[in-house]
């Protein structure tokens, strides 16, 4: 009765180890023994995960270095600099450097990933094409979500309103706005919810990405989603000022962001790359710890690889959970295991979707070299095998020591 078993799993809230029975893509079954003849795997008693969702990652201007030399490291240049360098993408540059970030992420065990594409004059839709094509060809072994998304304002620029129009025609899934680039921030925010009104789409913003929450733009997201009943439906990235809010204000915009069902998606590698510039010692992280924030549906991100926002990465949400565990000091099992979450259910949440491992629940699942979650996140555990809709999507061969034959009559090496 099932396609395959996936014999003694380690799952995260169950103890001891679970056979798997797959079928027709789904999880059909969990037992400590399943009694079968279908083919099965031995997973050896490794941690069995729900596949991981990247819900914040920009596939059209990732790979870039070589030609946006970074030299402030700051914001305002990494805009610039893209700026300058998107009138040369074109559809199948766009499209290739894509696939190389799709192609590391799914080797790194990302089944779910949102991707904005920037819709303005100077890139046209040409890089939404190919995220399309890179949907498509792709959606064997990763579900591509595309964010339409204005990054350099709107009010002054309404041409880019009328592109991002036409994105949404074309199979945007969602529509995005920045509003800290556009001289009336809250006019920006209207007209994104403007557009996913009219599309019946999800929104996200880019939002108050610096260390000053004297200048917030939250509010005007707030105001908008409470007025147009769209909780649960907007999702904000960044909002690095909540780092520098008193803990009393950072409970406040926790509940208020709980009220408003509104889902936080920190970028810690981002974060801490381009914020605390002016600082001369003492550099703050500029990195929210979004799942201390009370009722708040929160997730952990890629954002950039390889270009004047992120001058590094691999597309591996596992290190980034790491490196984020690393910046907001966590290391007890419970606060473990949230952050676990911030790249499986609750990123997945943010995106409108369901990562579980539960009978009838699609058979998405990532194997760690790791007995837990908890140990996962402490030891950025490598990803060694995944299977979307019960298919294996790839396998990684775990390390072999090359150890030297001991000399007849001599010592065992040490």
């Not at 790194?108 to 094509?133: I, K, N």
């Not at 009722?295 to 980034?320: E, K, Q, Y």
Request: aromatic share 4%; glycine share 8%; hydrophobic share 45%.
């Amino acid at each position: 009765m099932f396609d395959l078993i996936l014999r003694r799993a380690a799952l995260d809230g169950i103890e001891g180890l679970q056979d798997l029975g797959l079928k027709d893509g789904r999880i059909a079954a969990i037992a400590p023994r399943i009694e079968s003849d279908a083919p099965a795997t031995d997973l050896e008693g490794r941690f069995l995960s729900p596949g991981l969702c990247d819900a914040h990652v920009h596939l059209d201007k990732a790979c870039i270095l070589d030609r946006c030399p970074v030299c402030e490291g700051t914001l305002a240049e990494a805009v610039a600099l893209t700026a300058a360098a998107k009138p040369g993408f074109t559809e199948e540059d766009v499209y290739a450097r894509g696939a190389q970030v799709l192609e590391r992420a799914i080797a790194h065990g990302t089944q779910r990933m949102r991707s904005f594409v920037e819709v303005d004059p100077r890139a046209g839709l040409r890089s939404l094409a190919a995220l399309l094509r890179l949907r498509a060809d792709y959606a064997a072994m990763i579900d591509l979500q595309i964010c339409a998304f204005a990054q350099e304002g709107l009010t002054q620029e309404m041409a880019t309103y009328e592109l991002l129009e036409e994105a949404c025609r074309q199979g945007a899934d969602m529509v995005g706005g920045c509003p800290y680039t556009d001289p009336d921030p809250a006019a920006h925010v209207r007209l994104i919810l403007d557009l996913a009104e009219r599309h019946g789409m999800r929104a996200d913003f880019h939002l108050d990405f610096d260390l000053n929450p004297a200048a917030s733009n939250l509010p005007h997201v707030l105001r908008e989603v409470r007025a147009r009943g769209l909780q649960g439906r907007v999702s904000i990235g960044h909002v690095t000022q909540i780092s520098a809010m008193s803990p009393a204000r950072r409970a406040e915009v926790a509940e208020s962001l709980a009220a408003a069902g509104i889902a936080l998606t920190v970028l810690p590698a981002t974060d801490l790359f381009l914020t605390g510039r002016e600082a001369d010692r003492l550099v703050p992280r500029g990195v929210t710890a979004a799942h201390r924030l009370e009722g708040v549906a929160a997730s952990l991100a890629t954002n950039n690889v390889l270009n004047p926002f992120t001058p590094f990465g691999d597309a591996s949400l596992v290190r980034m959970a790491n490196l984020y565990a690393n910046v907001v000091q966590a290391a007890g099992a419970q606060e473990c295991r949230a952050i676990w979450r911030m790249v499986t259910c609750g990123a997945a949440e943010a995106m409108g979707a369901r990562a579980e491992i539960a009978a009838g629940a699609p058979a998405d699942l990532v194997l760690l070299d790791a007995p837990d979650a908890v140990a996962a996140i402490r030891e950025a555990a490598p990803v060694l095998a995944g299977w979307k809709a019960g298919r294996p999507s790839f396998r990684r061969p775990r390390a072999e020591l090359l150890l030297p034959r001991p000399r007849p009559g001599g010592p065992a090496p040490r």
